[in-house]
């Protein structure tokens, strides 16, 4: 397992955390044989992610590519995907919601493993499941 964590703002972000949230949930997923990197990025820098891969001129939380498609050619690789994170967007978040930065960080980057996953939430009702899916792994595993 090959965790790559980059910060690419001024904001002291807790890394070992990021780090064991990953590994504990890449093993409950039998994948500790993958290698995933988890970037964070200002505001600017995810704006102008988001226009170029998704056409949406605006910040967002978190984005998540792989270059595998079809979750089976995984093994080709080893390589599940990398994960950009706003730090600052999380931090808008978490007091929008009244929730502790660092819960709202672990459930975004929850969020984000599950789309590398294979994990969408383009309807309400793949949205609802992501949220519970993320809410479950939290509770079972990082409780």
Known sequence: MDISIVNKTKIDIDQKKVQIVVELFLNSHDLNEYSVSVVFVGNAKMRSINLEYRG??????????TENDDFPDLEKDKFLGEIFISYSQVKKQARRL?????????????????????????????RL????LG?????????
């Open 56 to 65: 949406i001129d605006k910040t967002t939380d978190v984005l998540s590519f």
């Open 98 to 126: 009244e929730k502790g930065i660092e819960d709202e960080l672990t459930f975004i980057l929850v969020h984000g493993l599950l789309h590398l996953l294979g994990y969408d939430d383009e309807t309400e009702k793949d």
């Open 129 to 132: 499941n992501m949220i519970q």
């Open 135 to 143: 809410e479950e792994f939290i509770e079972k595993k990082l409780k």
